[in-house]
């Protein structure tokens, strides 16, 4: 059959809002992964990234169209399920009787109600969709009864029928490699933020899944109550070898939830880079209480470069109520430790938690501006769908559960004894009194004599400029 994987459209401005020209732009693993799925069982794969190539969904079903595909499969997170409903709906108006698969995040954390809202999907992939989606090929070819398939949900006779779940995949060194060459050009087509990178030709790698901590703001859907599991070493060495030799790769974005979960192998992992001698540099994000600075220094040795922490709030009360498991001298610690290392540090924080108020928010704002943080992104709190903020935000403040908003800036929720211009106002302020200090000044004015950043970090600064100086934001307008 040939099979068509499709990262719907979505702009940066629908992804990023007023700061889109400092987002990041990686592949799309899983989808390529899929796509490798199919050609290993000897259909004829395609994948359109419209994202990427910033495809609109009527050029998008054009591409779809020429192709002809026997089988079309979506992948979409919250922020991008009505772009995908969309395009389903207009190619099914063409290709009625071509199935339509929709996989990825949110059709794991909510699947009924998806279905139940978006008539263009056929068949909904509930949680890892590897081994789903080659027994749905062999299904869908021969005709044969789709009851049969653990873990999916699908329409038959106006009826909305969900099968049973489907195990997780025990040994993750059983997946194929990504097609990366089924993508547009991942060395031009893809890249990091400004600061997200220090070499090009940089791409995005995942080494794991799962995470065994139990944030409250985190989709616990995906991967089953997020049950951590994780490549070997010597898988994870041949896909770095293919991606430095065939592709040219020099920086890796590794882009696993928590990375560093299991020191054993993340000791080893270094020990391999280190031995391999590639001129290669990678990034990952890490939380606080996991790392020590004797693994810190060896990260450093083997070309690690810059670690992004999960703050989330100054306040340990907040921290607390997001069920983070960390508090604040553990915070201060590891970027201390960190930057002891040789090794750019990068904080996330949310504003706007359930519980937030003037006084707690003050304490994030005054606590990270004492860290000894490189880089920071202040992101509004958005409780997602699959989470335990998405089922109690309302009893905490205005919660607009409409998933156009699920986008971490469009102000979906408002807490109690605050408001939106607040909040707004807030977010802002911690940005500009973080970026505007002397000591990150100097650090972003050094970034331009690196000429593959330069153009970016022009972009990305007066982005930034504009958000922080606004005084009629549209932060959140749809809200």
Known sequence: MRVVLVNPPLSGEERYGALAAGGVYLPPLGIAILAQIARDKRHDSFIIDAE?????????????????????????????????????????KRKKSTPVIIGGPHITAI????????????????GEGECALA??????????????????????????IETGPRELIADLDTIPFPAWDLLPDIRRRYRPSAFGFQRLPATSFVTSRGCPSRCSFCNQGPWGKKRYREHSVPYLLDMIRILYHSYGIRDLVIYDGTFGVNKERLIAFCEALIRENLNLVWSSNARVNMLTPDILRLMRRAGCWGIAYGIESGSQEILDFLQKGIDLEGVRRAITWTKQAGIIAKGYIMVGVPKDTRE????????????DLDLLTVNHFTP???????????????????????????????????SREEVERAIREITRRFYLRPRIIKNQLH????????????KGAIALMKFITQKNSTYGKKA
């Not at 027994?135 to 909305?160: M, Y």
């Not at 004599?449 to 153009?455: G, I, S």
Request: hydrophobic share 45%; charged share 25%.
């Open 135 to 160: 027994e749905l090929l062999d299904v869908l070819r021969d005709g044969s009864d789709l009851k049969t398939i653990a873990g999916i949900i699908f329409r038959i006779d106006g009826k909305i």
């Open 52 to 92: 990427a190539e910033q495809l609109t969904t009527e050029q998008t079903i054009k591409r779809l169209i020429n192709i002809d595909p026997d089988v079309v499969g979506i992948s979409a997170a919250t922020v991008a399920i009505y772009s995908a409903a969309s395009l389903a709906e207009r190619f099914k």
């Open 447 to 458: 970034l331009l004599a690196n000429p593959h950043k330069c153009a970016l970090i022009i």
């Open 111 to 126: 699947p009924g109600e998806t279905m139940r809202c978006f008539p263009g999907f056929d068949i909904g992939v509930i």
């Open 360 to 371: 707690t928010i003050r304490e994030t704002m005054d606590f990270v501006l004492t860290l």
């Open 384 to 418: 997602f769908p699959g989470t335990l903020d998405y089922e109690r935000a309302g009893q905490y403040g205005f919660f607009n559960k409409d998933w156009r908003l699920a986008n971490e800036h469009s102000m979906a929720f408002v807490p109690e004894g605050l």
